[in-house]
């Protein structure tokens, strides 16, 4: 599995985002557009950034009954994304159904990842909330285990659990890492948070990295230096 950083594009229009990537010239990172994005622009922004020469990483969290998401994902494979993702919690016959959905008539389809359980619950929530009594730990691991029988090509999760992750599904597995800083960084809202160096150390794939590159004051810089230590290893 080809090591990649995914920059998290947390902006509410176009203009701001194609200012920011402007700041790369002819280096076309992989971009995640989430809700945000999406929502204020549309599939507009996917195919123009598509037409540019990213890869898409498209984080708009589906779920719902089988039927509708693999009726949804059919319409995102066509943008020609590279990455979309669903609610594990949706469970099996929903993540089937994405995965007809996602595949194109050609038979390739883009990388499908679940969300396990958002890391904004917390062991307390979980239990109050959602009525889930067994350990947080391991209600992430059984929903990834799920996510990989149904078929998913991998979660995303803290890096914290990426290890453990890889342990209990295999090592093809993909785990997709936000919650990345940098060592002299600023830790913002996060809590479980890694190093790129310590994500690439626990076996990531992929690491998702807003606002330590979005909000440095050199954006290419800050990206390279994810690169430098994530993909390289230096
Ligand atoms: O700015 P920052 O690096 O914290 O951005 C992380 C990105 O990853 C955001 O787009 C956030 O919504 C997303 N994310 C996360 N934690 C998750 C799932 C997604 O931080 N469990």
């Not at 038979?107 to 959602?130: A, N």
């Not at 998913?152 to 093809?172: F, I, M, N, R, T």
């Not at 936000?178 to 809590?191: C, L, N, T, Y």
Request: aromatic content about 6%; overall charge negative; charged content about 30%.
């Amino acid at each position: 599995m080809a090591k990649d950083v995914i920059i998290a594009c947390d902006f509410d229009s176009k203009e701001k985002v194609m200012n920011f990537l402007s700041l790369f010239k002819d280096k076309k990172p992989f971009v995640k557009i989430g809700m945000e994005l999406y929502y204020a622009e549309g599939p507009a922004i996917v195919k123009e950034l598509k037409e540019n020469g990213h890869k898409i990483f498209l984080d708009l969290k589906l779920h719902d009954i089988p039927n509708t998401v693999k009726k949804a994902m059919a319409v995102l494979s066509r943008l020609d994304v590279d990455m979309c993702n669903l609610h594990a919690s949706g469970a099996t016959q929903m993540m089937k159904g994405a995965l007809e959905g996602l595949t194109r008539p050609d038979g390739t389809r883009p990388i499908l990842i679940g969300v396990t359980q958002l890391t904004s619950t917390d062991q307390e929530t979980m239990e109050r909330d959602l009525l889930i009594k067994e350990p947080i730990d391991k209600v992430v691991m059984h929903y990834a285990l799920t996510a990989k029988n149904a078929g998913l090509d991998g979660v995303v999760c803290s890096p914290l659990e990426a290890e453990k992750v890889h342990d209990v599904c295999g090592k093809e597995f993909v785990t997709v890492t936000p919650g990345i800083r940098f060592a002299d960084g600023d830790v913002g809202d996060q809590k479980r948070i890694m190093t790129p160096k310590e994500a690439r150390r626990i076996g990531s794939d992929y690491i998702v990295v807003g606002r330590p590159i979005t909000a440095a004051e050199d954006p290419v810089a800050a990206y390279e230096r994810c690169v430098r230590e994530f993909v390289l290893g230096e």
